[in-house]
């Protein structure tokens, strides 16, 4: 009763179906990123009342992963994802986003290392660490940032090297 979706709790039987499904599935992902049962109780009336209500555990995780588990687990099974693909696919968002994310962060830490160094072959990383990030996740603001002032600064310490096509290659 822990996952259970409010519908299967009251037992409303004509409301059971793929949206209780993917709640139940957002019930598991919402454990797995707060370690956390969904529905609290300490009895199996108490649990069953807290699913028929909604009513979650507390959690102070922040995580756009738990909001993907939360939409999932909408009182209303119409305001739900429609059906498991679109959980799935929210998740590979999610998913993508943090590795675009993540490849982006790297990126600005090649940069400053290659400004640093002056080192060509750091810049070229940084160049491709933000493409890549884009690729990922067209929309990721930190990748289109790094990527920016990496072209400048790869540009700039190609010129300071006379390396002039290297330099206008980046602009």
């Given at each position: ?17 793929v ?11 919402f ?13 199996v ?6 699913a ?17 588990a ?54 070229s ?17 930190k ?29």
């Amino acid at each position: 009763p822990a996952f259970m979706a409010p519908e299967m709790a009251r037992a409303e039987v004509d409301k059971i179906g793929v949206g209780s499904d993917v709640y139940l599935l957002g019930g598991i992902l919402f454990q797995i990123v707060t370690g956390l049962f969904p529905h609290p109780g300490e009895t199996v009336t108490t649990c069953l009342t807290n699913a028929a209500n909604n009513t979650f555990q507390k959690s102070d995780v922040k995580s756009e992963l738990l909001e993907v588990a939360m939409t999932a687990m909408a009182y209303d099974p119409e305001s739900r994802y429609p059906d498991v693909p679109a959980f799935q696919k929210a998740i590979r968002q999610y998913l993508e986003r943090r590795e675009s994310m993540r490849l982006a962060t790297q990126a600005a830490k090649n940069l400053k290392t290659a400004r640093l160094k002056g080192d060509y072959t750091l810049f070229s990383r940084t160049v491709f660490g933000c493409e890549e990030a884009s690729r990922i996740w067209s929309k990721n603001p930190k990748a289109k940032r790094v990527l920016g002032k990496a072209r400048l600064a790869y540009a700039a310490c190609a010129l300071a090297k006379n390396d002039l096509d290297l330099a206008l290659s980046q602009v």
